[in-house]
C-alpha cells in the first residue's frame, strides 16, 4: 500500500514539532524532575515586590516601561501601561497594575490580590 502525505498533513506535523521548541513550564513537565520555581529571589532585571499579608510579586519591565512582565508563583503574564493621571499603571483587560511612589497594587477583574506592595531597596 503506498502512502502519501497531504500538504496540510505536512504543515500540521511541522508546527507540532516547531512548537516543541518554545518554553515549557518545569512545574507542567511530564517526564519527573518536577521542579519549584525558586521565590526568594528576584529574577533577573525583576523588582521585588514586599507587599502585605506577607505576598510579594517580581515585577520586569519591558519595552522602556511600555508594559510589565508580572511574576507570581505559578502565574506569569504581560501588562501593557495604560493612560492614568494618578498613577502609573499597567493591564491585559482584567489583570491590573497600579504603581505610585514605589507602592504597587495587583488586581485581578475587580478583586485586589496584592496591596501595600513596595519594592524592595527602593
Known sequence: MKHRITRAAAVACASLMLSA????NVSMWPFGGDQEQDTSRAPAGATDYQCADSKHLFVRYLDNGAAAWVILPGREFRLNKTAST?????SNG?????????????FDGA????????????
Open 111 to 122: 478583586t485586589v490580590t496584592h496591596s501595600g506592595c513596595k519594592a524592595v531597596g527602593g
Open 21 to 24: 521548541c518554545s518554553s515549557v
Open 86 to 90: 494618578s498613577a502609573t499603571s499597567y
Open 94 to 106: 482584567n489583570d491590573a497594575l497600579d504603581i505610585k511612589n514605589n507602592e504597587a497594587t495587583l
